[in-house]
């Protein structure tokens, strides 16, 4: 059964840094394509950033690049995401999820698990 921890959430001021980690098991790691989401309140849950399962290919949505990086550490079987220049606008529930493909994907219905969502607070 694959199991998606996410940690790392938080508190954190307008222009501050928080680094999301999501901890994997279940299954091989390293084969699939892994991905960030993000849900804020009263709004439905959107893409935040991909990775291929090697990690050489990354796919972000507009609103965070240059602000936040997606990574991964196959040997460790965890995915990060990096969040730099933090806005107000990025408070919500984030969550981890994997896909059943390899390559980097925005598409919400080619991932099949989700972790259970770290809350990022960004206060202005």
């Known amino acids: 059964q694959v199991q998606l921890v996410e940690s790392g959430g938080g508190l954190v001021q307008a222009g501050g840094s928080l680094r999301l980690s999501c901890a994997a098991s279940g299954r091989t790691f390293s084969s699939y394509a892994m991905g960030w989401f993000r849900q804020a309140p009263g709004k439905e849950r959107e893409f935040v950033a991909a990775i291929s399962r090697s990690g050489g290919n990354t796919y972000y949505a507009d609103s965070v690049k240059g602000r936040f990086t997606i990574s991964r550490d196959n040997a460790k079987n965890t995915v990060y995401l990096q969040m730099n220049s933090l806005k107000p606008e990025d408070t919500g529930v984030y969550y981890c999820?994997?896909?059943?493909?390899?390559?980097?994907?925005?598409?919400?219905?080619?991932?099949?698990?989700w972790g259970q969502g770290t809350q990022v607070t960004v206060s202005s």
């Open positions: 999820a994997e896909t059943v493909r390899a390559g980097a994907t925005p598409d919400v219905g080619e991932y099949r698990y």
